[in-house]
Structures are given as structure tokens and as C-alpha cells.
């Protein structure tokens, strides 16, 4: 089955410490997104990839970073400059950035916690 | 920002009632979606009406969308357990020359008591 795997469900930051959050697709889209949702919020965009070697910072950038090395795959890491990386981080795709009407595909998430 | 903005922010019905939530936006949009979230899990697509839809249906949901006044909702129909959840509605808008992003609201958190 299709679909978007994100991993691991959960994880744990030591302070000063990057980690990265893992997001692969085998759907064949060409954009994917990674977005954080803090309890009780909706989702709020970091950053979105419309093709492979290219990404754009969304609302929320600082303290992140990612790479596009693979239409499958992209991955995200945290930084130690995000200074409140808590939450739940959820990556998504879709056909193509340029088509609207579209649905996005959503993977089942990662938590992370501050240790 | 967030553009869409979920009303009730949280809802309780009885298993068979109808669940109604509300969504208001603020600029103009080509379409609007509504997505599903269980508990600890990741979004799920359920419907997209377009700017130029009125109504939408798909199985016991039905969407309605008015553009005049910025606000769409989202009728289920028959409540089951099953269908507790937070409930989002998101609507597109151009980021750059050729690309569109997904904007979401806080969402309506739904319970159906058995």
C-alpha cells in the first residue's frame, strides 16, 4: 500500500543536541511538507519541498532545517536553536505543489520531547 | 497565520445525532478541505468542495461552503463512536509563482458518547 512512514513515533532531545525526524513517501508525489502541532492547535507549516534539491521555509523555520536529496524522502532535523521543540511533527505530501484541488497525504507523526 | 478558525472549539453529541462544526476564513480561497485527526495520529483527507461548489456530499458527510460569507461547515450524519475525533478544515493560498500551501485551523474536537 501507498502511503507516508514517518519515524521513530517518538523521540528525545537532550539539551544542545540536533535530532532528525525521518519522513519517506512512496505515493510518487513531487511535494512534501513538514508541519508542527502544539496541543490544542492546528498544524503550522516549516518548511515544504516542490521538487527534489529544492525547499522553501514555511511560517515557522527557525530551528529547523531539512534536505531533499530524494523524491521519496525528507527528512527534518531540529536544531539546538529551537529552544521549544516540543510537539508533534507531522510530514506530508502531494501530487504537486503547482496543482490546486488537491488533497494532502499525511504521515501518522513523530513526538518529541525535551529531556 | 491560521486562517481558518473552527467553531465549536469542542462538541459533545450522542451516539446517532447529527455533529454540525463551523468553518470561518478570512481571504479569498480557491477550494476548501476537511480533514480528520484520531487521537496521536496523523491527518486524514475527507472532502474538498471548490470555490464555486455549494454543497458536497460523501457518505454521511456533508459540506457546505459560502463564499459570501467566508464560512463553510461540516454535517455528520448519524454519529457514531467511531467518528470521535478533531476535525480541521484548511483552505489553499498562493506562497509563490506556480505553488500553493494548505492553511489549517485550530480544529472542533468531536466526542460521541456510546
Known amino acids: 500500500d501507498g502511503g507516508i512512514t514517518q519515524s521513530p513515533k517518538y523521540l528525545f532531545r537532550k539539551e544542545g543536541q540536533n535530532v532528525t525526524l525521518s519522513c519517506e513517501q512512496n505515493?510518487?508525489?513531487?511535494?512534501m511538507y513538514w508541519y508542527r502541532q502544539d496541543p490544542g492547535q492546528g498544524l503550522r507549516l516549516i518548511y515544504y519541498?516542490?521538487?527534489?534539491?529544492?525547499?522553501q521555509k514555511g511560517d515557522i523555520a527557525e530551528g529547523y532545517s531539512v534536505s531533499r536529496e530524494k523524491k521519496e524522502s525528507f527528512p527534518l532535523t531540529v536544531t539546538s536553536a529551537q529552544k521549544n521543540p516540543t510537539a508533534f511533527y507531522l510530514c506530508?505530501?502531494?501530487?504537486?505543489?503547482?496543482?490546486?484541488?488537491?488533497?494532502?497525504?499525511f504521515g501518522d507523526g513523530t513526538r518529541l520531547s525535551i529531556l | 497565520s491560521q486562517q481558518g478558525e473552527e467553531d465549536p472549539q469542542a462538541l459533545s453529541i450522542q451516539e446517532g445525532e447529527n455533529a454540525t462544526m463551523n468553518c470561518s476564513y478570512k481571504?479569498?480561497?480557491?477550494?476548501l478541505q476537511w480533514y480528520r485527526q484520531n487521537s496521536g495520529r496523523g491527518l486524514v483527507h475527507l472532502i474538498l468542495?471548490?470555490?464555486?461548489?455549494r454543497e458536497k456530499h460523501s457518505g454521511r458527510l456533508r459540506v457546505t461552503l459560502d463564499t459570501s460569507k467566508k464560512s463553510s461547515s461540516l454535517l455528520i450524519t448519524a454519529s457514531r463512536a467511531a467518528d470521535t475525533a478533531s476535525y480541521f478544515c484548511?483552505?489553499?493560498?498562493?506562497?509563490?509563482?506556480?505553488?500553493?500551501?494548505?492553511?489549517f485551523g485550530k480544529g472542533t474536537k468531536l466526542s460521541v458518547i456510546p
Open positions: 468542495i471548490r470555490s464555486n461548489e
Open positions: 506530508a505530501s502531494s501530487i504537486s505543489p503547482g496543482l490546486r484541488n488537491q488533497p494532502q497525504h
Open positions: 505515493l510518487n508525489h513531487d511535494a
Open positions: 481571504t479569498s480561497i480557491n477550494n
Open positions: 484548511a483552505t489553499d493560498a498562493i506562497v509563490g509563482a506556480g505553488s500553493y500551501q494548505l492553511t
Open positions: 519541498s516542490q521538487i527534489v534539491n529544492d525547499f
